[in-house]
């Protein structure tokens, strides 16, 4: 086991937890794939599991570094899941577990999808298999929903500063602006403030 895994987060860091070393290849590739398996919605809505797995769970990471991850995850390019499985993976097991972690992401829904394209058009149309779906939709707006508040609540969103997220919202959504503009002017605004406003408060 590599000695720079073997590493727990100092007692001066404010979420005070000890990360764990790295785990098995089969443990991370296990870990995703349930993740992957067991998630609707995909995107945000995975971030529940996805934190009481490597966060609560299994302790890879601390939640403030979660939540970086997060944020991360989204200004990159690909889908939301992997890009973190991959970032896990590396972090615990180099290439090869950012390989395995990225595989057991995708694996579930590729296969799912894969069946459900082979035989979709024979139930369709089936009444109780729309009112199945029609009953997922709602609890994914949920599940979307919580995590959203919850990164609200650690990003420290408060009166002050809640009018950024509020006319980020209102730019994509009223006015069309692309989304990769505004995660370009937040991360120089926020550069920006830690360089010259930080320091003089």
């Given at each position: 086991m590599e000695q720079e895994n073997n590493i727990s987060v100092s007692s001066s860091s404010p979420e005070g937890v000890t990360v764990k070393p790295a785990s098995s290849m089969a443990v991370l590739f296990a870990t995703f794939f349930r993740i992957g398996l067991f998630t609707i919605g995909g995107g945000y809505a995975m971030i529940p599991l996805i934190e009481a797995e490597i966060v609560n769970k299994h302790k890879w990471i601390g939640k403030?570094?979660?939540?970086?991850?997060?944020?991360?995850?989204q200004?990159?390019?690909g889908v939301f899941a992997i890009n973190i499985s991959t970032f896990i993976g590396y972090k615990k097991r180099k290439?090869?577990?950012?390989?395995c972690?990225?595989?057991g992401t995708a694996l579930p829904s590729f296969?799912?999808?894969l069946l459900i394209a082979m035989f979709f058009h024979n139930f369709q149309d089936v009444p109780w298999v729309a009112s199945v779906f029609a009953g997922i939709r709602p609890a994914v707006v949920a599940l979307i929903a919580v995590p959203t508040w919850n990164m609200a609540v650690r990003a420290k969103i408060t009166f002050i500063n809640c009018w950024i997220p509020f006319i980020t919202?209102?730019?994509i959504w009223a006015l069309g602006v692309?989304?990769?503009?505004i995660i370009l002017a937040a991360g120089i605004g926020g550069f920006l403030y830690g360089q010259f406003i930080k320091p003089t408060e």
């Open positions: 403030t570094e979660f939540l970086d991850l997060i944020a991360i995850a200004s990159c390019p290439t090869a577990g950012a390989l972690c990225a595989l296969l799912i999808i919202a209102i730019l692309n989304p990769i503009y």
